[in-house]
């Protein structure tokens, strides 16, 4: 059973900085793309980034380009969301989630979800 916590939410001021954490246990990914998505009350989940666990290649929601990046740490099994000049339309629950397949932008394809870590973006 595959398991995924996410840790490092909280409440920044705008154009702060935070680095979410996804620590995945159950199974090593030798492959597969781990993505980070976020939902706010009443909207529909959305993608913000993701990246491949074996080639490294990452892609980003336009709103995340250039001020959050996806990194991963495959001898710890954890993927980090390092997020820079946060704005309030940031704040969301933040998810991280994986599938046993090519990276992709769409939540419905992912196989396992974390349970959430809140970002408050707010002065």
């Known amino acids: 059973q595959v398991q995924l916590v996410e840790s490092g939410g909280g409440l920044v001021q705008p154009g702060g900085s935070l680095t979410l954490s996804c620590a995945a246990s159950?199974?090593?990914?030798?492959?597969?793309?781990v993505g980070w998505f976020r939902q706010v009350p009443g909207k529909e989940r959305e993608f913000v980034a993701t990246?491949?666990?074996?080639?490294?290649?990452?892609y980003y929601a336009s709103s995340a380009k250039g001020r959050f990046t996806i990194s991963k740490d495959n001898a710890k099994n954890t993927v980090y969301l390092q997020m820079n000049s946060l704005k309030p339309e940031d704040t969301a629950v933040y998810y991280c989630?994986?599938?046993?397949?090519?990276?992709?932008?769409?939540?419905?394809?992912?196989?396992?979800w974390g349970q959430g870590t809140q970002v408050t973006v707010s002065s």
């Open positions: 989630a994986v599938r046993l397949g090519p990276v992709a932008s769409t939540s419905g394809v992912y196989d396992y």
């Open positions: 159950g199974r090593t990914f030798s492959s597969g793309a």
């Open positions: 990246t491949s666990w074996t080639f490294g290649n990452t």
